[in-house]
T-cell receptor, first 112, second 113 residues
Framework: EAAVTQSPRNKVAVTGGKVTLSCNQT?????MYWYRQDTGHGLRLIHY???????EKGDIPDGYKASRPSQENFSLILELATPSQTSVYFCASGPLGENTLYFGAGTRLSVL | QEKVQQSPESLIVPEGAMSSLNCTFSNSASQSIWWYQQHPGKGPEALISIFSNGNKKEGRLTVYLNRASLHVSLHIRDSQPSDSAVYLC?????????????FGAGTRLAVCP
């Protein structure tokens, strides 16, 4: 069954440390997305990608980098983690030209 | 930037009742509106979408869209305890948005047996 898998599911990081969140999809979708979800804000788009080798800034990209080395994998990188980046992060994939997004189960990140 | 507001923040209904959720958006040129369902500890799952003014029915779900008032509603008939979840309204811009969806903060629905 097609799926979006995120790792790790939970992560505790220290302020100033580097954090990498990984996402793998078996949907063979061109588009991939990283969102964060915070109480009162809903889902906010951080970065997205059209395909391997491409990354684009979303609505709240500051403090985050993204990497899409292959069709299947899309990573979110926090070079210098801050407590304000404590959140639940969701990866999603979507087929080209369609609007449905398929989400992973999320990664809960705490930056202390 | 598109703004999406949902109401109420939370809703409690008895089993078998109708659940009604509301969403307003800021841009009348928005292309389509989606409703996603999110159970605790899980990612959102797409439920139903609408593009044209009017209503769309799928099973126990009915969506109403009024572009003039920038309002969309989701109605769940014969609500079941398994419907208990957070419901997210999402709006896609008409052009140049690359399937970018803007989400509301959600309505938490609890259906009591």
């Amino acid at each position: 069954e097609a799926a979006v898998t995120q790792s790790p599911r939970n992560k505790v990081a220290v302020t100033g440390g580097k954090v990498t969140l990984s996402c793998n999809q078996t949907n063979n979708h061109n588009n991939m997305y990283w969102y964060r979800q915070d109480t009162g804000h809903g889902l906010r788009l951080i970065h997205y990608s059209y395909g391997a080798g491409s990354t684009e800034k979303g609505d709240i990209p500051d403090g985050y980098k993204a990497s899409r080395p292959s069709q299947e994998n899309f990573s979110l990188i926090l070079e210098l983690a801050t407590p304000s980046q404590t959140s639940v992060y969701f990866c999603a994939s979507g087929p080209l030209g369609e609007n449905t997004l398929y989400f992973g189960a999320g990664t809960r990140l705490s930056v202390l | 930037q598109e703004k999406v507001q949902q109401s109420p923040e939370s809703l409690i209904v008895p089993e078998g009742a109708m659940s009604s959720l509301n969403c307003t958006f800021s841009n009348s040129a928005s292309q389509s509106i989606w409703w996603y369902q999110q159970h605790p500890g899980k990612g959102p799952e797409a439920l139903i979408s609408i593009f044209s003014n009017g209503n769309k029915k799928e099973g126990r779900l009915t969506v109403y869209l009024n572009r003039a008032s920038l309002h969309v509603s989701l109605h769940i008939r014969d609500s079941q305890p398994s419907d208990s979840a957070v419901y997210l309204c999402a709006v896609k811009k008409l052009s140049g948005s690359f399937n970018k969806l803007t989400f509301g903060a959600g309505t938490r629905l609890a259906v009591c047996p």
